[in-house]
């Protein structure tokens, strides 16, 4: 067993204090890659070895073995630990051993029914979440789950610190973007966005793989099942070894793939979101981002997957779909808390459609499962899978992006145009602003 890191141990012993100053349910709040499942592993072994029993939840089957084998090793006793998906857990809360701690996988997810089913038979447990992201989709906050958030150190200071490979990140350009108003010789800022945040693949995909990171692994994420393996074969034609993976693999064949993408025989693994929270893969050195997606916690697990260290490692991310237009730069300061951000009533209605569905052969509506493909519970109508499809403009070019920031305290902090219209759009400032701005610094 390793011994934990400074930071790390700082954390077990933060979560501690919460619950000595009465606190009953601490989120543990530390960027991807930053060892959440050794801070858990080493909480767990502590609670074993006072002879306490451990439930550990996750949302997805393949991380049971894996946070198993990780417990194994730290020496948390497994006699005294039972690691299910919620879904199992749910299952049989009646014949579960009633534990001293529930700690929670990627806790953002615990609002669903499914974990509050658990915590509401263990009413008076103690509880942990863990997650990098403490928010939702819908910016419902995690108040009603948790009390208190112990939060750890940044991804900037995990990269100066050299827990976390340095990166390079490549996106398009506005300037190169066709279809982009002019509006007295400069970008019209309402026009620029749009543009930008689009649901579209801006650039070839294998050109500038080989231009940018030729040679690396790379995790290529893809927007459905289809999509992943098309890029897969397309990749393979054009003499880059490839293969596609997702939730459906075989066991044994999924081990194989992943064998050969560690051995080096396999150059790009691409999938959905398999490779995304918790799942471990081997290290590799680029991510490619073909997937579009409004979702802060799955941007963030998907393009830091590259970051691990290594000595001179300098990791590449291409995100060919503007990600980081929506959300900032992966190692972004974020300011985190447990209320609910405000939504707008049109985001309010259109989270609610999502939360209940009518089976179009019997009628019956009834709440479709938080996680897995949704069947009607009266007559077994399986809902169909819908393949998301995204558009592709192949010539568009990538840039290089540095220091983009979502959130700007004023004018002067403003490092190009881009920037000019996102602070201009969030003041209400017009496009003479922008222009004037431009202006005064040369850059027009």
């Known amino acids: 067993m390793k011994a934990l890191r400074p930071y790390q141990n700082d954390i077990v012993n933060r979560v501690r204090e919460a619950y000595l100053k009465g606190y009953k349910s601490p989120c543990v709040v530390l960027p991807c890659g930053g060892g959440k499942s050794v801070i ?3 909480i767990a072994r502590r609670t074993t070895a006072k002879n306490n029993h451990v439930l550990f939840l996750v949302h997805r089957r393949e991380l049971v073995e894996q946070i198993e084998q990780t417990f194994c090793k730290w020496g948390v006793d497994m006699e005294k630990t039972d690691v299910m998906m919620v879904q199992t857990a749910t299952r049989r809360i009646a014949k579960l051993t009633k534990p001293a701690l529930i700690i929670t996988d990627e806790n953002h997810h615990s609002k669903a029914a499914t974990y509050h089913r ?3 038979a263990f009413p008076d447990v103690c509880r942990l979440g863990v997650t990098a992201t403490p928010i939702r989709l819908d910016g419902s906050g995690l108040g009603d789950v948790n009390d208190i958030l112990v939060e750890g150190v940044s991804a900037k200071w995990l990269i100066e610190n050299h827990y ?5 990140y490549y996106a398009p350009s506005i300037a190169d973007l066709t279809g982009v108003r002019i509006l007295h ?3 019209e800022a309402k026009s620029a966005e749009k543009a930008l945040l689009k649901t579209a693949v801006f650039g070839d995909a294998i050109r ?3 231009a940018l990171a030729g040679g690396r692994q790379a995790v290529c994420y893809c927007v459905s099942v289809n999509h992943s393996m098309a890029m897969a074969e397309e990749f393979s034609a054009a003499g880059i070894s490839a293969a596609h993976i997702d939730g459906s693999t075989p066991k044994t064949e999924r081990g194989r793939i992943i064998a050969d993408f560690r051995k080096g025989d396999i150059k790009i693994l691409c999938n959905v979101d398999l490779i995304s929270e918790g799942f471990d893969v081997p290290d590799c050195s680029c991510v490619i981002l073909l997937r579009p997606t ?3 916690t799955l941007y963030i697990q ?3 997957r590259c970051m691990r260290y290594k000595p001179g490692k300098r990791a590449v991310i291409i995100d060919h ?3 980081y237009a929506r959300f900032g730069m992966p190692d972004a300061d974020r300011k985190w808390d447990l209320n609910a951000k405000k939504t707008s009533r049109k985001q309010s209605e259109s989270a609610a459609d999502v939360k209940v569905k009518q089976c179009p052969q019997c009628y019956y509506t009834f709440e479709p499962p938080p996680f897995g493909r949704a069947v009607c519970p009266a007559c077994g109508f399986a809902f169909p899978k819908h393949e998301r499809k995204v558009q592709q403009e192949d010539d568009a070019e990538l840039e290089k992006i540095a220091e983009f920031k979502l959130e700007l305290d004023s004018p002067e902090e403003c490092t190009s145009l881009k920037e000019l219209h996102i602070y201009a759009k969030r003041h209400g400032y017009k496009q003479g602003w922008c222009y004037y701005q431009a202006k005064k610094r040369g850059w027009l």
């Open 185 to 187: 010789g400069e970008y």
């Open 118 to 120: 658990i915590y509401d």
């Open 294 to 296: 409004k979702s802060l």
């Open 321 to 323: 779909v503007g990600n």
């Open 302 to 304: 998907q393009s830091m």
């Open 164 to 168: 976390l490979a340095p990166y390079d």
């Open 208 to 210: 500038h793989y080989k």
């Open 40 to 42: 858990v592993a080493e």
